[in-house]
Every structure is written in structure tokens, then in C-alpha cells.
T-cell receptor
Framework: AQSVTQLGSHVSVSEGALVLLRCNYS??????LFWYVQYPNQGLQLLLK??????LVKGINGFEAEFKKSETSFHLTKPSAHMSDAAEYFC????????????FGKGTHLIIQP | GAVVSQHPSWVICKSGTSVKIECRSL??????MFWYRQFPKQSLMLMAT?????????EQGVEKDKFLINHASLTLSTLTVTSAHPEDSSFYIC?????????????FGPGTRLLVL
């Protein structure tokens, strides 16, 4: 079985400040990990993903995430928030070779304050 | 909390048959529902956006005549894979939007695994 926990259903940061969205997972095998963003009235868009190799992965729009096996975490960061970053963010885990598909976290609503 | 269900969770069918997958929002009315497909060992791909009472909007490359979407009510959307072939075998996930005030939240179904023999 696999699961994802996103800490904080809402995160508010000032424009220009660091963005940190937390994601912890559980998986019985080395997982694939994803971050998705959803803007209002739109479907999910892939931000970045970790499968194997380098544990620090860079995505679109200046976001990056680091896979930390010892902490079972995959937190999403961006050095400087922009107003256009306001959206819903979802972390997801996939266990290769398992019977489950993607398991999503409940999502974190990112609010950018001017 | 809001719950989205999908039925069936698993389906195995012969090549050439049609398969219907239901997505229901159990305790809320969904203004919009989305259908996703996950290819093996890959991330999700948005197939279409479905609004109640109107035609679905398909993403580029998705055959609308093959993947029929019907959103007959605010709590039910169906995806029918017509004349299924082995390459259609995949994991299909739906999500439903709940609009509360100005905030829109997505709730995902558990997914349906389709295997076409």
C-alpha cells in the first residue's frame, strides 16, 4: 500500500518569499514521486517528477523538489513566489510494479499575498 | 469530507468490446469533472474536461469518438472506451471539482484499471 500526506491544506506566502510545500509518502518499494499544479477551472499539470537518479529535481516555473529517502519526503520549493503561482498543488506517489496507480495527497492551496 | 467514487475498480474485457467507467461525487455536486489516464510507470495525462450538460473538452491527441464522455448530472460522469484494444489498457482516474465560495478543490476518485485482452 502507498499513501501521501500533504501538511497544510492552505499555505500563504508573500510575493518574493520562499515557497515550501510539504509532502511525505509511504511506499513498500522505491517510489516514483510527482508534484502537480492545478489552476482554477483547469486540469492537472505536471510540475516535476522523481523516478530514479538525482534526488534534486527541477521542474517548470522555477519549482524544484528533493527526494529524501531517510525522511520519506518530497517537499516542493521555489525561492521567490510570484502572484501567478497561486494555485492548488498535489503531491502523488506511484509504486513501480505494484497494483495501485497514482495515489494523490489531498492538495495544498497556495496563496500569494502582495 | 467530499468523496469521489469510481466503478468498476477493475475491468477485464475482450478486444473490440466497449467498457463504461462511472465517476460519482457522493456527497457534493461537481461543477466540473476531469478524466485522466496513467500510462505504465508514467505520470497522469489529462484526457478531457467535462461540464454537466455540455460536451466534454478533449485534450489534443485524445480521440473523442473513442473515449465518449457523458456528464448527465452534477454527480455523475461516465467514460466509455469504445471498441477497446490492448493499447487502451491503462489506469483511468477521474476528479471532481467542488466550488465553495471562491475556492475550488479537486477530489480524486480511486481509479479504474482496465485490461484489454
Amino acid at each position: 500500500a502507498q499513501s501521501v500526506t500533504q501538511l497544510g491544506s492552505h499555505v500563504s506566502v508573500s510575493e518574493g518569499a520562499l515557497v515550501l510545500l510539504r509532502c511525505n509518502y509511504s511506499s513498500s518499494v522505491p517510489p516514483y514521486l510527482f508534484w502537480y499544479v492545478q489552476y482554477p477551472n483547469q486540469g492537472l499539470q505536471l510540475l516535476l517528477k522523481y523516478t530514479t537518479g538525482a534526488t534534486l529535481v527541477k521542474g517548470i516555473n522555477g519549482f524544484e523538489a528533493e527526494f529524501k529517502k531517510s525522511e520519506t519526503s518530497f517537499h516542493l520549493t521555489k525561492p521567490s513566489a510570484h502572484m501567478s503561482d497561486a494555485a492548488e498543488y498535489f503531491c502523488a506517489v506511484f509504486s513501480p510494479g505494484g497494483a495501485d496507480g497514482l495515489t494523490f495527497g489531498k492538495g495544498t492551496h497556495l496563496i500569494i499575498q502582495p | 469530507g467530499a468523496v469521489v467514487s469510481q466503478h468498476p475498480s477493475w475491468v477485464i474485457c475482450k478486444s473490440g468490446t466497449s467498457v463504461k467507467i462511472e465517476c460519482r461525487s457522493l456527497d457534493f455536486q461537481a461543477t466540473t469533472m476531469f478524466w485522466y489516464r496513467q500510462f505504465p510507470k508514467q505520470s497522469l495525462m489529462l484526457m478531457a474536461t467535462s461540464n454537466e450538460g455540455s460536451k466534454a473538452t478533449y485534450e489534443q491527441g485524445v480521440e473523442k469518438d473513442k473515449f465518449l464522455i457523458n456528464h448527465a448530472s452534477l454527480t455523475l460522469s461516465t467514460l466509455t472506451v469504445t471498441s477497446a484494444h490492448p493499447e487502451d489498457s491503462s489506469f483511468y482516474i477521474c476528479s471532481a471539482s467542488l466550488l465553495a465560495g471562491r475556492q475550488e478543490t479537486q477530489y480524486f476518485g480511486p481509479g479504474t484499471r482496465l485490461l484489454v485482452l
